[in-house]
């Protein structure tokens, strides 16, 4: 539920009466629906603005009018919209899928307004290479004939261009073991519903941003962290004999949240577990090509030899998330499994983005430009560290990312996360907190997307919550 206004204290109209005009206005609009719970009383006093007793009489007269009802350890919920006609939504609000965590779409409805995100989960509008990228839509421009749908696997061109770049990192396939998706969400959803039954149990590394997503919940899949240590993921910890279906979730190389790396020899091992155990593995590789010092070890694809592994990749992390292009790289197959649902949603990415990365992907000069954005990750990454020893060295640790956007932080167990962010909030100032991936006492922050002055200023204010918060 949504509040977004206060009522005016300069207006002739008591505080109370224009609160439940104003409750009345959502309602009769459809915003706020039947069965829907309002915020708690306190809540709602910090929302308006005003005294708990003004909240206490605005609810009294929507309850007289039976406009609210309310009961004993239920809070209060809306109880009648008004109109004798009016569809009641509410249960419909219930279908299969999932609703995100609140603090999820706290976080993606304010991502576009003034806020400072230190969180954010892309590049900065600065990084982004435009001069190359409208070359290239100048020089594909006279080649679009048509726009018609492209066969259900995506563009050609752009699979032999993915095989191509795939070979750099010792994966030999070809195009016909590809399948282009709506970025790499989109293949997720489509393993969801195209490869697992109900009941399935999803592994991934203890902390993950899937904790964030309802992709596998919603399709009846469980997910079940697994801890990691220094050389990654402790596959050793996953049951090898289940009465369900099972499948493992990682990414190897520079982990969302975490930004831990698995090394060469884990992946090995990892490798070894699955085929043993027949133990199918979705390798998600969206920051692989990010490192900051040295590569990573080669991927997990690179290294199976029984097909265990579903390779994921995307361009939304090293390129623009707007172009909603990934790719998918397993056994034939799958592929033609997978893409014969995906035909059945959306008919295809779209064809001029596949057309665009293509001719990119292709071209020398994109390669440089991945070099000078390592570049300016690095320098960026840099200024975060500096920020955060001079910061909050007392009251958290973290780990040096070699690669990715983000940094891990843990936080001292005497600091609320939860109080933390409601204060940022009030300062303008979004972070995500580590239990939107299934973990207390952390959060992740991003050096890839605010600049570094301005990174350095939200922590600067983080670190006076925290102090603010310790004196209370």
């Known amino acids: 539920m949504e509040i977004n ?8 109209t008591p505080l109370y009466q224009q609160i439940s005009a104003y409750c009345r206005q959502q309602i009769q609009q459809g915003n706020w629906l039947v069965g829907e719970k309002l915020p708690a009383q306190r809540q709602l006093a910090a929302q308006f603005n005003v005294n708990r007793s003004t909240i206490v009489t605005a609810l009294n007269d929507l309850q007289a009018d039976g406009v609210l009802s309310s009961a004993y350890g239920d809070g209060t ?10 569809l009641d939504w509410q249960p419909y609000l219930h279908g299969q899928f999932n609703a995100n965590l609140p603090t999820i779409q706290t976080i993606n409805r304010l991502e576009g307004e003034n806020y400072l995100r230190l969180s954010t989960g892309e590049l900065a509008p600065e990084l982004f290479p435009q001069k190359l990228v409208q070359a290239k839509l100048q020089a594909i421009t006279p080649q679009i004939t048509q726009m018609n749908y ?38 997720l959803d489509l393993i969801s519903v195209a490869l697992l039954k109900p009941g399935a149990t999803v592994y991934t590394e203890a902390a993950t941003y899937l904790k964030s997503l309802q992709v596998f919940q919603s399709a009846a899949a469980t997910l079940t962290g697994i801890p990691q240590d220094d050389a990654g993921l402790c596959y050793w910890q996953i049951p090898p004999h289940s009465t369900t279906q099972q499948l493992l979730y990682t990414i190897p190389s ?5 930004g831990s790396v698995m090394s060469l020899q884990r992946r090995q091992q990892l ?28 991927p997990l694809k690179a290294l199976d030899r029984a097909n265990n592994v579903l390779y994921l990749g995307t361009i939304s992390k090293t390129l623009a998330p707007g172009l909603r292009i990934g790719w998918l790289v397993g056994p034939a197959a799958v592929v033609r499994r997978l893409s014969d649902v995906k035909m059945q949603t959306d008919y295809g990415a779209s064809s001029l983005a596949q057309q665009l990365l293509a001719a ?43 690669g990715g956007f983000y940094i891990w932080l843990k936080l001292a167990p005497t600091i609320n996360v939860e109080r933390l962010f409601q204060a940022a909030l009030k300062r303008h100032i ?43």
Do not use: M
């Open 430 to 472: 979004l972070f995500n907190p580590g239990t939107i991936y299934g973990t207390n006492q952390a959060l992740r922050l991003s050096f890839a997307y605010v600049a570094p002055a301005e990174f350095r200023q939200g922590i600067a204010v983080l670190a006076q919550l925290i102090k603010r918060a310790r004196k209370d």
């Open 271 to 298: 490798l070894q577990f699955a085929q043993k155990h027949q133990l199918p593995i979705i390798e998600d590789t969206a920051y692989q090509e990010l490192w900051l010092e040295t590569p990573p070890p080669l």
């Open 150 to 187: 492209l066969e259900p696997l995506g563009a050609l061109n752009l699979r032999q261009a993915l095989a191509k770049r795939l070979q750099r990192w010792h994966i030999d396939v070809q195009p016909e073991n590809i399948l282009i998706t709506t970025g790499s969400l989109q293949a």
């Open 5 to 12: 206004w206060q009522p005016d204290p300069q207006v002739t």
């Open 254 to 258: 520079f982990q969302n949240p975490t």
């Open 77 to 86: 919920r809306v109880a009648s919209n008004t109109w004798s006609l009016a």
């Open 360 to 402: 990119l992907l292709t071209d020398p000069a994109y390669d440089a430009y991945l070099t000078e954005l390592r570049q300016q990750l690095r320098q960026r990454r840099d200024a975060a560290l500096a920020s955060l020893q001079d910061y909050l060295a007392d009251v958290a640790t973290w780990q040096i990312p070699r």
